[in-house]
């Protein structure tokens, strides 16, 4: 069965990286949380998931600028006047919980890895006793190949339709194995069976992220891709459960 993902802690259910959803994704019958992280300059990280504070709440500023208590006083928007989140307080919500780390390491806001950000993540997860609970994205090779020295654990490339068409794929499955990258995510709208079944065949598993909408989770059910990421989760739940049960009708 698709395993599913609660984007961002689920926007469109409870808002863009909210306290209140990674409360409440942490209780539902899902298998991951994705989330985001950035640094800040005094040495946090933090759970957000653009590079600024512009978009999603009442503060203004790279996030890589300022000090965490600076970016600790941003109200997000649609979060009911919550503030964002470290990543060990994020830790400390899913240390109970059966719901699984899908953590994404994000580029600055000119699409350049940080410095030395992923050892810093992979040590924190580690401290809170959550690395072995979590899989790693990027859209970022660089990112990926950090993730690749610094941790056994499973990591995932985020190929976006741009890249898709620009590589094609066979030059990306050649990418996947220079870089010995085992997953792909693509954007749910890219995703067929024709590429589903390439990238299978080339040894890699293939995901896909965005499914928000009914159609788009339904198509990613019936493809059996192996993990998809959705703003709404309790409706990929249900429609899952409804999949499930129209399957077993089948059979
Ligand atoms: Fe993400």
Same mark, same amino acid.
């Given at each position: 069965?698709?395993?599913?993902?609660?984007?961002?802690?689920?926007?469109?259910?409870?808002?863009?990286?909210?306290?209140?959803?990674?409360?409440?994704?942490?209780?539902?019958?899902?298998?991951?949380?994705?989330?985001?992280?950035?640094?800040?300059?005094?040495?946090?990280?933090?759970?957000?998931?653009?590079?600024?504070?512009?978009?999603?709440?009442?503060?203004?500023?790279?996030?890589?600028?300022?000090?965490?208590?600076?970016?600790?006083?941003?109200?997000?928007?649609?979060?009911?006047?919550?503030?964002?989140?470290?990543?060990?307080?994020?830790?400390?919500?899913?240390?109970?919980?059966?719901?699984?780390?899908?953590?994404?390491?994000?580029?600055?806001?000119?699409?350049?890895?940080?410095?030395?950000?992923?050892?810093?993540? =992979? %040590?924190?997860? !580690? $401290?809170?006793?959550?690395?072995?609970?979590? @899989?790693?994205?990027?859209?970022?090779? &660089?990112? *990926?190949?950090?993730?690749?020295?610094?941790?056994?654990?499973?990591?995932?490339?985020?190929?976006?339709?741009?890249?898709?068409?620009?590589?094609?794929?066979?030059?990306? =499955? %050649?990418?996947? !194995? $220079?870089?010995?990258?085992?997953?792909?995510? @693509?954007?749910?709208?890219?995703?067929? &069976?024709? *590429?589903?079944?390439?990238?299978?065949?080339?040894?890699?598993?293939?995901?896909?992220?965005?499914?928000?909408?009914?159609?788009?989770?339904?198509?990613?059910?019936?493809?059996?891709?192996?993990?998809?990421?959705?703003?709404?989760?309790?409706?990929?739940?249900?429609?899952?459960?409804?999949? &499930?049960?129209?399957?077993?009708?089948?059979?």
């Amino acid at each position: 069965m698709t395993r599913i993902a609660s984007h961002r802690g689920g926007t469109l259910e409870f808002g863009d990286s909210t306290p209140h959803g990674f409360r409440q994704s942490a209780l539902l019958a899902l298998e991951e949380l994705e989330f985001d992280v950035h640094p800040t300059c005094d040495g946090a990280i933090m759970v957000h998931h653009d590079p600024t504070l512009d978009g999603t709440t009442d503060r203004s500023g790279a996030i890589v600028e300022m000090s965490e208590a600076e970016v600790r006083k941003a109200v997000i928007n649609y979060s009911g006047g919550e503030h964002p989140l470290s990543l060990p307080e994020l830790c400390t919500i899913y240390g109970d919980s059966q719901v699984d780390f899908r953590c994404e390491i994000k580029p600055d806001g000119d699409g350049f890895a940080y410095p030395d950000f992923v050892p810093k993540v =992979i %040590e924190t997860l !580690r $401290s809170q006793n959550m690395l072995q609970r979590t @899989v790693f994205s990027s859209f970022l090779m &660089a990112s *990926l190949d950090e993730l690749a020295v610094a941790t056994e654990r499973p990591r995932l490339w985020l190929v976006s339709p741009a890249v898709l068409r620009q590589l094609g794929q066979a030059a990306l =499955i %050649e990418l996947c !194995r $220079s870089h010995e990258v085992p997953e792909i995510g @693509v954007h749910v709208d890219s995703a067929d &069976a024709a *590429l589903m079944a390439q990238v299978q065949d080339a040894g890699l598993e293939f995901g896909v992220w965005a499914a928000h909408d009914a159609s788009q989770l339904n198509k990613a059910f019936e493809l059996g891709v192996k993990v998809l990421t959705c703003d709404r989760p309790s409706l990929a739940i249900e429609l899952r459960r409804r999949f &499930a049960a129209d399957k077993q009708e089948d059979e």
